[in-house]
């Protein structure tokens, strides 16, 4: 080997040496800062609309309907006095009353059929059971809209219409199928021995589910129960052709304050947060619970 091969076989080594090292100074700290940076923006983007409806609410009605908007206009509680001023029994009480019933019992009823039902797909499974999943996860697949007459058809025949009963009935079934593959999955990761340890020394199935596999799996039914009581508490559309005085929920009186004289904006605004705050209540209560549920299944 010539002295020009040994001096290029040493530069090349020293590339190959110095070039890694070379990018390894302050990439590590700019991809960070990249990161940060981005997740404060997309966090930004997702606050900005809930912060301008809390702007919104605390003007009056000639300020919010303003353009351009008037941002040093003075604040009021107005909206809000108004909102919870009224009686129990008139404006915005009844149909808070039918959806916390409508929801409550819906989640209620969704996790005493849930739990059994992931629990004989799960633990104890049954001939087939990933067809019975699929079958469970296809009935989401058809549109809500082509499911609307016949249910009002049925409804109506049964003379069941306006009646908060019907709405618990329709969100039982339509948060069941997401019930189950939440559970499913959670359940997969009790272990079987202690099931098998509590039917040797004779415990039954309720036993088994209430006493043994219901505080194992707490976090996940708690991130279960309150997915399902959001879908609920949001639903409109089945509220709104299915209900009328006696058993509006929330989200239809939400469109009361879209008349023909106009947009009612400021009080819609104070409405909407008011309407939002059980569902951020159960949310901020039941956080840590929720945090453990979602990631108790996702690593097996």
């Known amino acids: 080997m ?33 990161l940060t940076l981005t997740a404060w923006v997309a966090g930004l983007a997702f ?14 009605e000639p300020d919010a309907a303003s353009n351009p ?17 009224t009686s129990i029994w008139e404006g915005p009480w009844p149909p ?37 999943l699929f079958f469970f996860l296809s009935t989401k697949m058809l549109p809500v809209v082509a499911g609307l007459l016949p249910v009002y058809l049925f409804a109506r025949n049964i003379g069941f219409l306006d009646h908060v009963w019907l709405l618990v009935l329709l969100y039982t079934s339509m948060n069941l199928p997401i019930a189950v593959w939440m559970l499913q999955s959670f359940l997969a990761e009790v272990p079987s021995s202690v099931i098998e340890a509590a039917q ?19 976090p996940g039914i ?38 023909s004289q106009g947009l009612f904006i400021a009080q819609l605004s104070a409405a909407s947060i008011a309407i939002s705050l059980p569902v951020l209540a159960a949310g901020f209560a039941a956080q840590d619970k929720l945090v453990q549920g979602l990631s108790l ?3 097996k």
């Open 297 to 299: 299944g996702a690593v």
């Open 222 to 259: 708690a991130a279960t129960a309150l997915i399902c009581f959001i879908f609920s508490w949001n639903e409109l559309l089945f509220a709104r052709v299915l209900t009328g005085i006696r058993a509006e929920t929330a989200p239809v009186f939400l469109t009361s304050f879209i008349t």
């Open 47 to 60: 606050f900005l609309p809930v912060a301008w409806m809390v702007l919104t609410s605390l003007h009056s």
């Open 69 to 85: 908007p008037a941002f040093t206009a003075p604040l009021t509680l107005d909206n809000y006095r108004d909102f919870f001023g």
């Open 200 to 218: 040797l020394d004779g415990a039954r199935l309720p036993v088994v589910l209430g006493r043994v596999v219901a505080p194992i799996v707490l």
């Open 96 to 132: 808070l009353i039918n959806s916390a019933t409508a929801s409550l019992a819906s989640t209620a009823l969704v996790l005493l059929l849930a739990l059994p039902a992931a629990y004989a797909l799960t633990i104890r499974p049954v001939r087939g059971w990933r067809d019975v």
């Open 2 to 34: 010539t002295t020009a091969d040994l001096r290029s076989a040493k530069t090349g080594t020293a590339r190959r040496t110095a070039g890694p090292r070379a990018a390894v100074p302050g990439a590590g700290r700019w991809k960070g800062a990249a």
